[in-house]
């Protein structure tokens, strides 16, 4: 049985670009390919909060909490059944956790960049950042839709909040997954007030697309066997 991690997801804020597939393409490591949807690819930041870490068998009053940015791309790529999955790339991840920089790409996939951590929520807008203090940061500021959480279909939404593996380079490079299921999908449309991010910033082709807020959900984690 693969071992299981579980986790409460406060927040998870998803900042959402379009990109043209031909430059996401440049940023891909062989064997996944861009995945397109509304004739671009999703790329941008996946920014979480969780609280009550820990593995699956042990209770949520030892888990840990931490916040941490995965920088992500769209991607598709080709299962052993002869099928299509589609997921994310990611090949940056910031947390401002200990244990998971130590950690991360060892004993859990997804190897970690250790960040200084700021979030201000005053129940109306998020103010968020994630800097390595080197050449990675997002800034954020985002106000949420009044209206409560709900099932996205849009076509960005559904694809940014439908992926579940996450593909990211070990220290030797080769592709690990990770998989997330959250006990629920159903998120809100955010207004993005400014943002600044270095890898956002970095896509000469980027155009801002829908971005969402998940909150208060449960979450399991657990690995997938690395690409081929």
Same mark, same amino acid.
């Given at each position: 049985m693969t071992p299981t991690v579980r986790g409460h997801l406060r927040r998870r804020l998803l900042v959402n670009v379009l990109v043209d597939p031909d430059e996401a393409a440049s940023r891909l490591p062989a064997g996944v390919r861009p995945h397109v949807a509304e004739g671009g690819t999703v790329a941008g930041c996946c920014m979480l909060d969780i609280q009550e870490l820990r593995p699956s068998r042990l209770p949520p009053q030892v888990g840990v909490s931490i916040r941490a940015a995965a920088h992500r791309i769209s991607v598709e790529? /080709?299962?052993? /059944?002869?099928?299509?999955e589609v997921g994310v790339f990611v090949p940056i991840r910031l947390t401002d956790s200990r244990l @998971?920089?130590? @950690?991360? *790409?060892? &004993?859990?996939? *997804? $190897?970690?960049r250790a =960040?200084? /951590?700021e979030l201000v929520d005053d129940g109306a807008s998020l103010s968020w950042l994630l800097d390595d203090g080197d050449d990675c940061s997002i800034r954020v500021r985002a106000t949420a839709n009044a209206d409560p959480p709900d099932e996205v279909?849009?076509?960005?939404g559904g694809t940014c909040i439908g =992926?579940? $593996?996450? &593909?990211?380079p070990r220290y030797n490079g080769v592709l690990e997954g990770a998989r997330m299921e959250p006990s629920s999908r159903q998120a809100r449309l955010v207004t993005i007030e400014d943002l600044e991010s270095t890898f956002v910033d970095g896509f000469a082709t980027a155009v801002p697309a829908p971005s969402y807020l998940m909150q208060d959900v449960s979450v399991v984690w657990s690995s997938e066997p690395p690409l081929d």
């Open positions: 790529w /080709d299962r052993s /059944d002869g099928g299509t @998971a920089v130590a @950690a991360g *790409g060892r &004993l859990f996939p *997804g $190897v970690h =960040a200084q /951590d279909c849009e076509p960005v =992926a579940s $593996v996450g &593909l990211s």
